[in-house]
């Protein structure tokens, strides 16, 4: 530790340093308070420099606290100055003997100068003493020459940064210039002379070391040559040795390597414009058909079977699963109608236990059962299916010429049929071109202003809305609603009231519960009078508040999922969009983006988010329901996002809302770059990679299956509305249709022999034939047949297929230059065996995927003889300018290379399909479980309604063996109301043309007939029987159902349908 006047020391040396005076550091130094050791006033400004330097580099160390020099510190540059002192008279006396002994010529004392001012005396040599003297000599001489003054002073720098000054006349010496300082010139300074004895030393050494090289030359050459050897051979070794330490990261280098040769190969394939025949060459075996794809091909299909077939069944088993909820909703009301029930629930059970798999089973009859006259009929038909499918135009033509009622049922079965429910890409493609089309057909000659859209009800936009909620885009729906709609529906304390009389009404009853006293609030109030309590208000608040929350998170989830619309969908919309702004140019961006919403919300996910139930949204267990309140609940949000979607805002009866105003203002804009954004999406031909010639090029033949019914119903619109569908009679259609010539009956279709002419039951079995599905696999009237081919492009296809085989097994680097080079003995060899294995995999493949005839003949062609081919078709297709030969057939290669990306992606495209496939399948199997179990719970509905039907009173039942009445059964007596008395009650509302005074003239006897919920009507007027009509209580039921209020009998009676209902039950069933 320093003492405190060490300190103060220390601070008058710092302060001293800073000031930059040499004296005055002298005199702190000095202080004996300091006490700094052998302090030399003459070095005064030597030892400011040191100290000051010192105190620079301290102060730029940042990891040093302390920025002032310590008396230890202090101390040591003191030391250091000292030390340079010495070595700079060390230098002087060197400089100024030598000097002078080269002027005084006395070549004998150099060597005791120089010895006496190094270090090291071993560094020089006793033998150079002449020559050192005669160097320094001549460098003296050299410099001497070039002097014009010469003065006392000699200038020493010592550690690069410090200047010493001495007068070799007055021996005085100076830290600083000295004035009037003039150098003394011609004397060698202290460097110079130590450049040149050291210099002279490694020349020596030099010399005599380059000697011994010269006289050991041959020597040396050996011990190289050994040296090398032993490096290589440690060098190799142990790289050697490295590689088998790392073996399997050299072939993991090595593979990635190659992938990324193989990578680069690739993109040159995508992405060049004309890839050249060496990277085609590497890639063409990805054209060959392997057993996997054989399988993979048959797999599709048959899933593609087995989920048109579910879809099929699943829709016939909803309707009468629809209609057996409506039946047993009727049987609460009115039990006469449990017979009908029972029937019902038979028929049902019989397609459950199997009947629509016999109808459905084409391996006995269908297809195989067709005779061979049939067969021709058959292809017929294929080719007209196929037609149909891909000229969408003559569909689009055959909807607008039906009504309305019969084009929405053709539509729900021939045309989803006729593409398979767009099972895969192709038919998807298809489909959406027929709804492009046919939309834009719509809009043409249908729509007269913008509005017509969202006010009508389009044909084409319902087609679009119906598929995409079906069993394709169910799942769809599904991931985008469900999880928000069963947040909605399992929180059991939400409750969404927007409506003031039912909130007053509900608070009134509230009080009510709650005091056990009648309210003396009225009852019935208007809007405007609920709102005038505050507690309503403040319930109203609370529901609106409830619902902007609840419907923010509807909102969140549909426009985070925007990606997960079905692109066929959005595609539609974006069609729908720009045909709107074609016909009308002066809509705005908003009158196209509110039709946009139209569509894609309000008619595509507002019904599943108001019935989730109904769309399979949420899965619901047999009897279960969505209760009243959660139904509100999800109406209101529905409502909402609706009136959003259509910038509509809350006014008029919904004037209570009017502060949701702003929210629906902000949700409008989110809706609308929502919308924007859907609508941006490719054409179908960029999204499936599909074109006109796709069918040439694929495996498999495209199949749909459809029954013989829709065939023939097909045949029918066809032929009815022909002139306008076609009405060239050159059209192709024209053509196939008068081949196939008049409509056959189901009979007639499936031939002789199908239905035994004298069994009785022939109406019933001929029903159920009609309904069997066959598979139909279209083909083009025109493919490519077993002769020449119908134009260029097939012919382009079939030597792309030449051109594949031969560059597989000749090189070359050119097209021509493959062709012009003659095949060698081995070429020939390889090629041939390759077609063997060629023919052994086609061999095994199934019938509809071989190849045509004149393909397998080409394929058996020597190679030679394909090039010969190949040359003679380049020639015409250059004629047809599908090639040229300047660019040495570069237009063929491009089109090989587009079908190697093609078959890549179709490869891909169809292992997604079946992943795809089999979970629709999945879904549809588990909708179908579903249906059974709610059959199995009809059943034990049903069968409980009976056994508590047969413990009733003996009063007249029901026949439930469609027989007769059981024993014991009393039949209900006829019963008589004047017309008078009926209107009395209310039943009878008015006889036209008969004043009210006469109704007491006009008497009506009902009465119940032997079959079951039948009644007979007699009117008298004046005892003279007038008329008579009949009465089914099913029908009054179906009626009330529909909210038919008022009904006529014998044309002119106008009755009450609720209060006959109510009279027929209290009358006859005890009710």
Known sequence: MHSVPGIVAVGYINEAIDEGNALKTLDTLLLPTAKIKDVDPDCAQHYQDVLYHAKMQKLMDSEIVSKVLWLDEIQHAVDEANMDKDKAKQWVTLVIDVNQCLEKEKPCDILSHLKSSVSNTNDIIPECADRYYDALAKAKEHKSKSVSTEGSWLKLTLQDKYDYYYNIDSQETSWVTPESCLPKESWLMAKEIEAFWKGHKQREAYMRRRQTFIDNTKNIVKIQSWFRMVTARRNYLSRLQYFRDHKNEIVKIQSLVRANKARDDYKTLVGSENPPLTVIRKFVHLLDQSNLDFQEELEVARLREEVVTKIRGNQQLEKDLNLMDLKIGLLVKNRITLEDVISHRTKLNKKKHGEMQILNNTDSQGIKSLSKERRKTLETYQQLFYLLQTNPLYLAKLIFQMPQNKSTKFMDTVI?????????????????????????????SKVDQVQDIVTGNPTVIKMVVSFNRGARGQNTLRQLLAPVVKEILDDKSLTINTNPVEVYKAWVNQLETQTGEASKLPYDVTTEQALTYPEVKNKLEASIENLRRVTDKVLKSIISSRDLLPYGLRYIAKVLKNSIHEKFPDATEDELLKIVGNLLYYRYMNPAIVAPDGFDIIDMTAGGQITSDQRRNLGSVAKVLQHAASNKLFEGENEHLSSMNNYLSETYHEFRKYFKEACNVPEPEETFNMDKYTDVVTVSKPVIYISVEEIISTHSLLLEHQDAIAPDKQDLLNELLELLGEVPSVESFLGEGAVDPNDPNKANILS?????????????????????????????????????????????NTLTEILETPATAKEEADHARDMESRAIIDSQAPEEMKHSQSMIEDAQLPLQQKKRKIQRNLRTLEQTRHVSSKNKYQDILNEIAKDIRNQRIHRKLRKAELAKLQQTLNALNEKAAFYEEQINYYDTYIKTCVD???????????????????????????????AAKLHEKGVLLGIDDLQTNQFKNVTFDIISTEDVGIFDVRSKFLGVEMEKVQLNIQDLLQMQYEGVAVMKMFDKVKVNVNLLIYLLNKKFYGK
Do not use: W
């Open 948 to 978: 508590n039907l047969k413990r009733r009173n003996s009063r007249r039942s029901i026949k439930l063996d469609g027989k007769g009445e059981p024993k014991g059964a009393k039949r209900a007596k006829p019963v008589r109301y004047t």
């Open 416 to 444: 989803f049929t006729l593409y398979n429910y767009a099972s895969n890409q192709r038919e998807e493609y298809l489909l959406l071109k027929l709804f492009k089309t046919a939309l834009e057909e719509e809009i043409k």
């Open 768 to 812: 159920q034939l009609s309904k069997i599905e066959i598979s139909l696999y279209l083909t083009s009237k025109y493919n490519i047949g077993d002769g020449e081919a119908v134009d260029g492009q097939s012919l382009m296809i079939k030597t792309k297929k030449l051109i594949i085989d031969v560059i597989r097994n000749q090189p070359g």
